[in-house]
């Protein structure tokens, strides 16, 4: 009897020159191209967390939605979300999730996924920049601008 396994296949495929892609070099551009990209239907409903890709230029490869949760939380699966940012060969990320209810304090389980993040990213030579709260009205808060990244 012979076993069959499935063959994996990896892929990436851009629909634009790197060159063309906007180059992140503060939390205010980070925070705006994010914000431009949000669902505005949906960022005062309920909790989306994304992840910016960056390439070792820090130019945006691609914004990827890890998850949508409910109104005062999302789950953050770190299988996936290093799943995407490998299969991606990003070199730097910005992780990013909205409150929808407008406040820009980062509650302990943000800074704790975040540290999470950190770590994990540390064992494949992948730099966290930065972890961007946003709110409906476009206002935005830094971890690493406030020094808890």
Not at 24 to 42: C, F, G, H, P, R
Not at 43 to 51: D, N, P, R, T
Not at 118 to 132: F, G, N, Q, R, T
Request: hydrophobic letters at 45%; aromatic letters at 6%; charged letters at 20%.
């Amino acid at each position: 009897m012979k076993t069959k396994v499935n063959e994996i296949s990896i892929k990436y495929k851009g629909n634009f020159k790197i060159s063309q892609a906007p180059k992140i070099s503060s939390s205010v551009n980070a925070a705006k191209l994010l914000y431009n990209t949000w669902n505005k239907d949906q960022i005062g409903l309920q909790e989306c967390f994304k992840v910016m890709l960056l390439n070792n230029a820090n130019k945006v490869k691609g914004i990827f939605e890890v998850s949508t949760g409910g109104i005062t939380g999302t789950l953050v699966d770190l299988r996936i979300l290093f799943a995407v940012i490998l299969k991606s060969l990003s070199c730097a990320v910005i992780l990013a999730h909205n409150h929808p209810s407008g406040t820009l304090k980062p509650s302990e389980a943000d800074k704790l996924l975040t540290q999470k993040v950190i770590k994990a990213a540390k064992l494949l030579d992948i730099k966290v920049l930065d972890h961007l709260i946003l709110t409906p009205d476009g206002d935005y808060v830094s971890f690493a601008d406030e020094g808890i990244l």
